[in-house]
């Protein structure tokens, strides 16, 4: 008997491994911290929980970060431009990382949340997900 036990040929079972494969892609994030809470937070959670696909990022699955800016200090103006710059290099997704919506770490949310949530939404458009929390 030649080739593969069964009967089939090795060219027959690389195109059956090649046309079943299921690779998912991982989207690419863009993530957008508060500017106040950098000097003590690394976003070491923002990594581990997009790398894994959990909590914020559970509906994507793990996801690959391609930006992580700041919002540029109160009021946040400079996160529009950030995100859309981000978009422009690749992100599918821009996600406010949890320091700005829930307070992380120093339990007081940026006043300037919803502001900011709804000019980056107009900004970057309906195409782009835009995620409200990391952790």
Not at 72 to 80: E, H, I, L, N, T
Not at 97 to 120: L, M, T, Y
Request: glycine residues 12%.
């Amino acid at each position: 008997m030649n080739g593969v036990a069964g009967g089939l040929d090795c060219l027959s079972v690389l195109f059956f491994c090649a046309s079943t494969s299921k690779e998912k892609v991982m989207k690419k994030v863009g993530i957008i911290r508060c500017q106040q809470t950098e000097d003590m937070c690394p976003g070491t959670s923002d990594f581990k929980v997009a790398s894994a696909g959990t909590l914020g990022f559970e509906h994507l699955g793990p996801v690959k970060i391609v930006g992580f800016v700041t919002c540029g200090g109160c009021p946040g103006k400079r996160a529009v431009a950030r995100a859309k710059l981000m978009v422009d290099r690749g992100a599918e997704v821009i996600a406010l990382a949890s320091c700005i919506s829930k307070g992380n770490p120093i339990g007081f949310p940026c006043p300037h949340f919803e502001a900011i949530r709804n000019a980056v939404a107009a900004k970057i458009g309906p195409d782009i997900e835009l995620i409200e929390y990391t952790h």
